[in-house]
């Protein structure tokens, strides 16, 4: 099995910034890529952020200039670096990773638990 678990979550006022980390661990042979996703309530889960394994990068346009995505293909885990944060960016984040667990599997979608994120106006 594979596990993401994510931490760094929590309270902060607007302007303020969050640094959130997901770390993979299991039976891992490779990932292919990393991401974050974010739910507020209500809403569908939307992308936010995503990085490939050789670090090349896409955001959604609200979080462009504001959030930065990095990761560590030795130590299976990725950030996300949240600054200038505003009100509407109160979500609940979740880690994703695409993992192949053997050589010559396909690549499957495994999902962290969630952390919460809220900004106080």
């Known amino acids: 099995q594979v596990q993401l678990v994510e931490s760094g979550g929590g309270l902060v006022q607007a302007g303020g910034s969050l640094r959130l980390s997901c770390a993979a661990s299991?039976?891992?042979?490779?990932?292919?890529?990393m991401g974050w996703y974010r739910q507020a309530p209500g809403k569908q889960r939307e992308l936010v952020a995503r990085?490939?394994?050789?670090?090349?990068?896409n955001y959604a346009d609200s979080v462009k200039g504001r959030f930065t995505i990095s990761r560590d293909n030795a130590k299976n885990t990725a950030h996300l670096l949240l600054n200038s944060l505003k009100p509407e960016d109160t979500a609940v984040y979740y880690c994703?990773?695409?993992?192949?667990?053997?050589?010559?599997?396909?690549?499957?979608?495994?999902w962290g638990q969630g952390t919460q994120v809220t900004v106080s106006s």
């Open positions: 994703n990773a695409l993992v192949r667990r053997r050589s010559l599997d396909y690549p499957h979608d495994y």
């Open positions: 299991g039976s891992i042979f490779s990932i292919n890529s």
């Open positions: 990085i490939a394994s050789g670090g090349s990068t």
